[in-house]
């Protein structure tokens, strides 16, 4: 039985195995345009379909991470509740700073793409946890956020002017640098 577009989109009558394994491919598939080299429009594109989820698990993934190396337990609250005010405040002024140039963003797709796209800093900090080699540890960290910055650059100049690009990426590295540091 083929089914029209609108039944498609009811989704208050699915199981809710479904609604979960739809949400995961869903993450699967965005992590994926995170992590595979493409064209900066097709995962600028893809990455505006936004949802929390993804982010959410993301942020969780390296609170606990960075909560596991802490040297006691305060530190360690400290360590993972700092990684969920830096992801908010950070997308605040990205998507302030992207408004201010004329861009059109709003602030859940910019926290959808920034979140998903802390992926590799997120692998970094799981190996950087396994080494015990400082230099190691700075290589890891260093290529995660190269990989991660580089990762959202087709969302942000997609939602900037053309002659405005380098002001709307600036605060983008910026952000990813500060949750690398």
Same mark, same amino acid.
């Given at each position: 039985r083929s089914l029209g577009a609108s039944e498609h989109l009811r989704?208050?009558? /699915?199981?809710?195995? /479904?609604?979960?394994?739809?949400?995961?491919?869903?993450?699967a598939e965005k992590l994926v345009f995170v992590l595979m080299p493409m064209k900066a429009g097709?995962?600028?594109r893809r990455l505006k379909q936004w949802d929390l989820w993804g982010p959410l698990l993301l942020c969780l993934a390296l609170g606990v991470i960075l909560a596991a190396q802490a040297g006691d337990q305060e530190q360690a609250s400290y360590a993972f509740a700092d990684i969920f005010v830096t992801v908010w405040i950070g997308s605040t002024i990205v998507t302030l700073n992207a408004l201010l140039l004329?861009?059109?963003?709003?602030?859940?797709q910019t926290v959808c793409v920034l979140g998903y796209c802390i992926f590799p800093l997120v692998i970094a900090a799981f190996f950087a946890m396994l080494m015990h080699v400082t230099w190691l540890k700075v290589v890891f960290v260093a290529a995660g956020l190269a990989w991660s910055a580089g990762a959202s650059v087709g969302f942000v100049a997609e939602l900037v002017p053309e002659n405005r690009k380098l002001l709307g990426l600036y605060p983008v590295w910026l952000f990813y640098a500060a949750i690398a540091w």
């Amino acid at each position: 039985r083929s089914l029209g577009a609108s039944e498609h989109l009811r989704t208050l009558d /699915e199981p809710v195995t /479904e609604t979960i394994m739809r949400d995961l491919r869903s993450i699967a598939e965005k992590l994926v345009f995170v992590l595979m080299p493409m064209k900066a429009g097709d995962r600028g594109r893809r990455l505006k379909q936004w949802d929390l989820w993804g982010p959410l698990l993301l942020c969780l993934a390296l609170g606990v991470i960075l909560a596991a190396q802490a040297g006691d337990q305060e530190q360690a609250s400290y360590a993972f509740a700092d990684i969920f005010v830096t992801v908010w405040i950070g997308s605040t002024i990205v998507t302030l700073n992207a408004l201010l140039l004329q861009g059109t963003v709003s602030f859940f797709q910019t926290v959808c793409v920034l979140g998903y796209c802390i992926f590799p800093l997120v692998i970094a900090a799981f190996f950087a946890m396994l080494m015990h080699v400082t230099w190691l540890k700075v290589v890891f960290v260093a290529a995660g956020l190269a990989w991660s910055a580089g990762a959202s650059v087709g969302f942000v100049a997609e939602l900037v002017p053309e002659n405005r690009k380098l002001l709307g990426l600036y605060p983008v590295w910026l952000f990813y640098a500060a949750i690398a540091w």
